[in-house]
């Protein structure tokens, strides 16, 4: 991983000479369809999604040295990578967990990716899925959820996930003198994205005046400001760059965990600028040289707040741009085509990882209906996890390090 | 010297006072710890004023079983003793409204919370 830097992020630099030969690249992915009830539980999801992805890459689970497990809500289980390895028959050397919120999925992929650069890992199996929506009443989930707050000096208030992003909201708006109306926009075009794929929990277009007339949830986010809680899994298998011409390389990580709690949290920089500037930086490109881009949108404002600490739009314009269509299919911007976490669902970690897989699958041609005109080359994945507290970020680029543009 | 300071003696543990810290460096913060986040310098608890501006602030709509509750004001205080807490509120208090956070008995959740009043500016 880069230096953290600070400031913008500047042109395309060099590629790092250190990360040339040692490239992890994913050379599978899986995802299931997103909905209300799938029927299944925590543990039959993350199988799915993983028989998916293994099969992508042509490998059976015992050739996996390597399963690495997010946290399901519903489980609650306090060794989910053993569970799932003895399901699947993978006798891994390695088999362990990991709880960074929404940001576990890229997290995952980022240990994965180190563990397959030096060579303690071959090949890598990274799931994340949940029966989140079917599998605990609405109240068990939001009152677990709500844990990412402060338990005694916040939750105790009565604060909840939306209440948290709320607040950002407000400041957020306050600070550039905008109207709720501007976020709507960003909501608008993750529908318009979920209603080409099939596995979206939510297909059915929505105009700003839907988005406007919602319920009010935690004010100013209304109900189509937030996202829904859905079961769903998704996989990924990561090994060595020689996976061919379908395998596209993971070419750079960052990080930044700053805060926990909103209370404590720098609003005029959350992380996430840090985070994806070493990510960039480690790849060699800047924001100029992305085609694409996967962006974690659990709320309308957790959207906008990323997309302009990262740099892609100045700060107070991500809805406004979203409006102009900077982030449609044929915008400059390709974002979230599968509909994001606003739209295809959001399962947890398996939410935070179906852009992942979506930017893969455009990468390499795949998407059927949803495939850009012109194929991606490279990406910024970026999650966070809690209240915009922990942050990965990740550059995919479906050539290896170092291969000219 | 080790050990974590109880924070006992406030609304968190039932007691009608508003707490934050500060260290002998003269950080100050209001999530409790045992040392200093910025320094790792001792720790000392001190009662705030309360007088302080509304930094963010949400109206909460509740539907506990489908059912829709009155909303709660939930907002983000800066104090003017150089401490961030959360606090209820007037549902739809104004980003910038001066405020007096106090320790007052919540019918709703039957216990003590810190709530912000506004005062005349
Ligand atoms: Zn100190």
Redesign the pocket.
Known sequence: MGQRRSGPIGETEAVPQERKGDDASIIGVGLTPFSRDSGLSALELQADAAYQALDDAGLGAPEVDTVITGYATTVNHIMPGNVLAEYLGAKPERAFGMNVGGATGLAMLAEAARLVRSGDARTVLVVGGENRASGQTRDAAIATLAQVGHASHEVALGANIPAYYALLASEYLHRHGLERSELAALAVQMRTHAAEHPGAQFRTPITVDDVLAAPPIAEPLGLLDCCPMSDGAAAVVISRGDGGVRAVTIAGLGQANDHQHVSEADFSAFGAGASAGSALAEAGVGVEGLDILGIYDSFTITLALLLEEIGIVDPGTAGTRAAEGLFAADGRFPLNLHGGLLSYGHSGVAGGMAHLVEMVTQMRGEAANRQLSTRPRRGLLHADGGVLSAHVSVVLDREPTGAGA | MTGAIPMTGDWTTGEPILLAQR?????RWYLPRAR?P????AVESFEPTGAGTVFAETSLHRRSSGRDTEAVGIALIDLDDGVRLMARCRPGTRIGTRVHVSIVFDEGSQRLLPSAEEVAA
């Open positions: 260290c002998a460096a003269g950080h200093c910025v320094c790792s310098e």
